[in-house]
């Protein structure tokens, strides 16, 4: 009964830390009717980034690592909430770096399991909380859907700011392939993986664990069910979700370079 107890109490905290304070997040959108969520595949080296001032910029995960984001200037980067394997160092230590490259008027959402590192390590900028283990409709003061991608968060996100097209850059869910599983950015230099290697825990993508198609498919597929039923979801909102990557084949949502006007 203790231990029952404890758990609830655990749950609550982790689950309602300061998340209806996200409702604010509306105002900074202003007029900006197009929404670009930027990910970390490969693609995104071959997109030209420039002159998106128009736009309402959401990066992700290791994005804060593109050469050029003090000029892109993300309104909002996300991360995803820690995981096996990766521990209380190695996520400080990213978060110190992504708060080093960040713009400091770029304001970081990160999930509430998280706070007490992230207060450490993002000092002086402005910082939201999310948590994760709800359903639709999708609603930042509330736990959303748990995701199987940080993109995934992004995408509700978007939704929940109510910006009418949505266009996805580098994210390309290639579970097809037999190339070891890559970034923009290399491994080897700052990174998630870096830090992690650092603390000797190695994920599986950089062991070649998944290798098979098969092996991706299933590892993708509770994924994509995510996205297609956000798509769903954000039509009958009168929302449309773009992939605006020329390069990612990935096909939940049908291609349009509207963004590039």
């Known amino acids: 009964m203790i231990k029952r107890l404890r758990k609830i109490i655990k749950n609550i905290l982790r689950y309602e830390v300061d998340i209806h304070k996200n409702e604010s997040l509306k105002k900074i959108v202003g007029q900006k009717s197009e929404l670009l969520i930027l990910g970390s595949a490969p693609s995104i080296n071959l997109l030209n980034l420039n002159r998106l001032d128009d736009k309402f910029i959401i990066s992700t995960s290791n994005f804060h690592e593109h ?28 978060f110190v770096r992504c708060n080093d490259r960040l713009p400091k008027t770029t304001l ?23 948590s994760y ?9 509330k736990p959303i859907i748990s995701p199987w991608s940080v993109a995934v968060v992004a995408l509700q996100l978007g939704i929940f700011l109510n910006i009418k097209e949505i266009y996805l850059l580098g994210i390309d869910h290639d579970w097809q392939s037999l190339e070891d599983y890559a970034h923009f950015y290399s491994h080897e230099k700052e990174s998630l993986e ?23 498919l299933y590892r993708e597929y509770e994924l994509y069910q995510q996205y297609e039923l956000l798509g769903e979801y954000a039509s009958n909102l009168g929302i449309k979700i773009f992939n605006g990557d020329r390069s990612s084949g990935f096909d939940v949502y049908n291609h349009s370079y509207n963004w590039m006007r």
């Open 133 to 141: 283990g709800g359903k639709l409709p999708v609603d930042f003061n």
């Open 194 to 216: 870096y830090f992690a290697s650092k603390e000797n825990v190695h994920f599986t993508y950089d062991r070649n664990a998944l290798r098979s198609p098969k092996s991706r």
């Open 108 to 130: 970081v959402l990160v999930e509430s399991r998280d706070r007490i590192i992230a207060e450490k390590a993002f000092k002086e900028r402005k910082l939201h909380f999310y």
């Open 67 to 94: 050469k050029d984001i003090s000029s892109i200037k993300p309104d909002i980067h996300v991360f995803a909430a820690s995981h096996e394997p990766i521990t209380n160092v190695i996520m400080y230590n990213w």
